[in-house]
């Protein structure tokens, strides 16, 4: 049961253009959702987040968009550079379940120069 | 510098071996949370402990065992009866509902 999903494996992207990164999720009692950058045998470094009672959080090139009628969350990354190039993970989390995060499966970014 | 350290970096084990995976956070942190990385499979829960001395099993426990003893520390048992332990497995700690901090990761390999 994959309460969290990112149905992209992989995204190609040119240097300077636009990283749209996508994510769903199932379960209603989520409430608070981040993004986690990885590159290869390293551990995830927070990115950014969002509550429920927003639908947009900016941070520099990074803004995350949340549309709570389609459980459907994105990362925005512009404009994308090729030091962006790692493993996107979405991950909720709901308050019952104190800060216990459940991950998607991720997404492979390349930005190509 | 506060932070997670995970220890070994690279871990290898025999077929019927017990292994130990160490964690240690000095953030103060009161959770912390074990994930093992597949390809293609994400992160998902091992085990994860909001408090000392009390830990919950998480989404694919069997094989695994953890122990509280210390706010700081979390290690995972690796054991015998976990039956495809190859995988790069990672702790983490946060408080409350913020953002988890995660160490770096101990690749673990059967041989």
């Known amino acids: 049961d994959q309460q969290v999903k990112q149905n992209s494996p992989s995204l190609s992207v040119q240097e300077g253009r636009i990283s749209i990164l996508n994510c769903d999720y199932t379960?209603?009692?989520?409430?608070?959702f981040l993004w986690y950058k990885k590159y290869p045998a390293e551990g995830p470094t927070f990115l950014i987040s969002?509550?429920?009672?927003?639908d947009k959080n900016e941070d520099g090139r990074f803004t995350v968009f949340l549309n709570k009628s389609a459980k459907h969350l994105s990362l925005h990354i512009v404009p994308s550079q090729p030091g962006d190039s790692a493993v996107y993970f979405c991950?909720?989390?709901?308050?019952?379940?104190?800060?216990?995060?459940?991950f998607g499966q991720g997404t492979i970014l390349t930005v190509h120069p | 510098d506060g932070g997670i350290t995970q220890s070994p970096k690279y871990l290898f084990r025999k077929e019927g071996q017990n292994v130990t995976l160490s964690c240690e956070q000095n953030?103060?942190?009161?959770?912390m949370y074990w994930y093992r990385q597949d390809p293609g499979q994400g992160l998902r829960l091992i085990y994860y402990?909001?408090?000392?001395?009390?830990?919950q099993k998480g989404d694919i426990a069997e094989g695994y065992s953890v122990s509280r003893e210390k706010k700081e520390s979390f290690p995972l048992t690796v054991t015998s009866a976990q039956k495809n332990p190859t995988a790069f497995y990672l702790c983490?700690?946060?408080?409350?509902?913020?953002?988890?901090?995660f160490g770096q990761g101990t690749r673990l390999t059967v041989v």
């Open positions: 991950a909720a989390s709901d308050s019952t379940s104190y800060g216990k995060l459940t």
């Open positions: 379960n209603s009692m989520f409430d608070y």
């Open positions: 969002i509550s429920s009672i927003k």
């Open positions: 953030l103060n942190h009161d959770a």
């Open positions: 402990s909001q408090i000392v001395n009390d830990f």
């Open positions: 983490a700690s946060n408080q409350g509902r913020t953002e988890a901090f």
